[in-house]
T-cell receptor, first 113, second 114 residues
């Protein structure tokens, strides 16, 4: 089963509004990462938050991590039509010498102009 | 700067035919390499990863195989494709050993098995 599960599965908002996506996971992690995927393209890394961090910002992105609840949220402020994409959380559970990420099923964000 | 190339971008193959998807990375040495598969509207499933030439770890038993003939080359193969092999295949790399585990993805190969 997937380690990370995003909620909601789909989100539709108007341009200028904020978008919040949530991710829950099951086991202890080293870090949690968020990725973006435009339709039919590869994934692009957005932001990483380590297990000892609670909040992180990057531009219009804000990520929180609650390890006691095993959950994270991604907030995109002042959304733009260009933010339309799928967003995935991924958890890092180091195993041997290969860092492996386990991905959730994603949230499809649609920003309406 | 590092780049990752993946091809072909689109492939339509009949059931029972062979498959070869290729991925190469430039601008870095000794990367970890990964093959993921993404079913329509779903997350990514790790298929194979490699920490070095000739070293392949399989995460999911199936009729696919992977090889790493050179440090920055990763190949996904099948001798006989199944309908269930259809999907979007993504190659990725990360820094060997240490680092944060951040993955850098190729643009993907969409495989349709008919």
């Amino acid at each position: 089963s997937q380690q990370g599960e995003e909620d909601p599965q789909a989100l539709s908002i108007q341009e200028g509004e904020n978008a919040t996506m949530n991710c829950s996971y099951k086991t202890s992690i080293n870090n949690l990462q968020w990725y973006r995927q435009n339709s039919g393209r590869g994934l692009v890394h957005l932001i990483l938050i380590r297990s000892n961090e609670r909040e992180k910002h990057s531009g219009r992105l804000r990520v929180t991590l609650d390890t006691s609840k095993k959950s994270s949220s991604l907030l995109i402020t002042a959304s733009r039509a260009a933010d339309t994409a799928s967003y995935f959380c991924a958890t890092d559970m180091a195993s041997g010498s290969a860092r492996q990420l386990t991905f959730g099923s994603g949230t499809q964000l649609t920003v309406l102009p | 700067s590092q780049t990752i190339h993946q091809w072909p971008a689109t492939l339509v193959q009949p059931v029972g035919s062979p498959l070869s998807l290729e991925c190469t990375v430039e601008g870095t040495s000794n990367p970890n390499l990964y093959w993921y598969r993404q079913a329509a509207g779903r997350g990514l499933q790790l298929l194979f990863y490699s920490v070095g030439i000739g070293q392949i770890s399989s995460e999911v038993p199936q009729n696919l195989s992977a090889s790493r003939p050179q440090d920055r080359q990763f190949i996904l193969s099948s001798k006989k494709l199944l309908l269930s092999d259809s999907g979007f295949y993504l190659c990725a790399w990360s820094v060997l050993g240490g680092g944060t585990g951040e993955l850098f993805f190729g643009e993907g190969s969409r495989l349709t098995v008919l």
